[in-house]
């Protein structure tokens, strides 16, 4: 038999280590498991301003038996868009006033003395809107016919008390 020398046997040694070990890598990349935390962190939401529009006039008129539009003044800083679902407020001192004597509400929501009211609405104002913007929405303000003051509201421009609620309306992508 054939004698072999250290550095033959430091060599096989070496190189079947490498082998092992590179197997043993192999192995370990294709069964590796791991555990950890991510974290991730929600927007706040800021509810969007929404106004009565009083600078602008409807340009279709209302009158006994007819309806018009609510313009509304919006905006909205969030970074992603908002729908505003708008309804009338009939809370405790929130009357529809014209400012003409004789008409103007005397118990919310009752529209008795103007014959007035907003059936509701919904609006939709896109992200980092922070200058105002005019929203329009059609035939939501009606005036009844039996009004106590018909003729006390005639040219009058209302201004309707509401209430409103928000959603996001962001996209998942």
């Known amino acids: 038999m054939k004698k072999i020398s250290k550095r033959t046997a430091l060599v096989a040694v070496a190189t079947a280590g490498a082998t092992i070990a590179a197997g043993s890598l192999a192995y370990a990349f294709w069964t590796t498991n791991g555990t950890g935390n991510a974290t991730a962190k929600a927007s706040s939401f800021v509810a969007p301003g929404v106004a009565i529009d ?3 006039v409807p340009t279709k008129a209302l009158w006994p038996g007819g309806t018009s539009d609510l313009l509304v003044q919006a905006t909205n800083t969030n970074p992603f868009t908002v729908t505003v679902v708008l309804a009338q407020d009939n809370s405790a001192g929130k009357l529809i006033t014209s400012g003409n004597s004789g008409c103007n509400e005397t118990t919310p929501g009752s529209a008795a003395v103007t014959g007035v009211s907003f059936s509701g609405g919904t609006i939709t104002i896109p992200g980092n809107t922070t200058t ?8 939501a303000v009606s005036m009844a016919t039996t009004s106590s003051s018909a003729n006390s509201c005639i040219g009058a421009v209302f201004s309707i008390p509401v209430t409103s609620v928000s959603t996001s309306t962001a996209s998942s992508t």
């Open 54 to 56: 009083t600078a602008a």
């Open 132 to 139: 105002p913007v005019s929203r329009t929405i059609a035939n």
